[in-house]
């Protein structure tokens, strides 16, 4: 049970996330190989699997058929036709959060949980199979430029968005700092409009604070590689300070890792108190739960979630919610209530599966529904221009 407790918690549900194993286990266990020098393929048993009612024969024909007769076969690559079998073949599950890498792909990806990389600073994901800023980061060009959360994304310069994997958007949208990229937005009570905007050098601090009176305002981004470590140095300042009040503001939070929600929920709880479920495909759940006593148990905490917090950010609004009745203050999160486990494959490549929902400790389960706030408050574009942040204001008013 701990060992697999160890695994659950590296697992993570993603802004932003094929059946490799499936599919490609399939061939192996058939003993197929794929063997080329320049361009001559040899291929052995390509006979269908007794225990699948799927005739692999097609797949072959095709293969053997673009390798022998398409008119540039200098331009075709062998392990580009094996890496795009392999992601159309996942994508026809039509969930947009299990996702095959190739290696290029894969390396982009992980500099994201460094917290450092080059783009326009928007973090994305699927709503309603819609490609959406999940949220725009602070400071950064789409920020400046007025980008939204909850923003669809329509184009991404001359390319439709509407077909576009997570892992195509992100790597149209990226580049090197100092381009230029063309993205159409679109938005409720407002005609498309687009935006040309600069790409930058991207580094994002996870964890910040600041004190207004009594009160502790910390302010979490997101869930990377460097977040509990600058968790740590930011409760390291408040805990000796005297504070104990906390506003915790999750807005615009899309997620991260799975065990850093955990961790850091588990600084307002007692030791061994269940902060999420994870319930598989049989409906068998999985307590994880919190390893100590948190340094933080007894402050009184106000959350703040609007519709770019998800993922982690909403397994810690809600667990703080069910278990000690913790006000959110806000707007619905964004509702992404599934987990995805991360493989690294020998190649290079990535894949990410979705293997399990997760539940707060209630049992209440927010995908696509997102978390309704106790009181709910919007944060207008007329607030933003005037300096206003009605949302921190009320809940300075309940801690006050």
Known sequence: MKKFLKKALKNYPLIILFLWVFGFGVFVGQNWQVKHEGFNISISSKETPKNLDVDFSLFWNVWDRVSKDYIYRDKVDPQKLLYGAISGMVAAIGDPYTIFLDPETNKEFETNFSGIYEGVGIQIGFRNKKLVVIAPLEGMPAKEAGVRAGDQIIKIGDKDAFDLTLPEAVKLIRGE??????????????????????????????????????????????????????????????????????????????????????????????????????????????????????????????????????????????????????KLVGETSFGKGSVQERENLPSGSGLHITKSKWLTPNGTWVNDTGLEPDLKVELTEKDEEAGLDPQQAKALELLK
């Open 177 to 326: 700092a100092g381009t230029e990229v063309k993205i159409t937005f679109a938005r409720k009570d407002k005609r498309d409009f687009g935006l040309t905007l600069k790409r930058a050098r991207i580094e994002v601090k996870s964890v910040t604070w600041e004190k207004k009176d009594d009160i502790a305002i910390i302010k979490l981004t997101r869930f990377s590689d460097t977040t509990e470590r600058e968790w740590e140095n930011v409760i390291s300042e408040i805990s000796p300070s005297g504070i104990k009040k906390i506003i915790l503001d999750l807005r615009n939070n899309p997620g991260g890792h799975l065990s850093g929600a955990v961790d850091i929920t588990g600084e307002f709880v007692k030791a061994g108190t269940t902060i999420v479920s994870q319930e598989d495909a049989n409906g068998n759940r999985v307590p994880l739960k919190s390893r100590r006593d948190g340094v933080l148990t007894g402050y009184k905490v106000v959350v703040l979630i609007n519709k770019g917090s998800a993922s982690a950010s909403e397994i810690v609004a809600g667990a703080l919610r069910d278990i000690l009745g913790v």
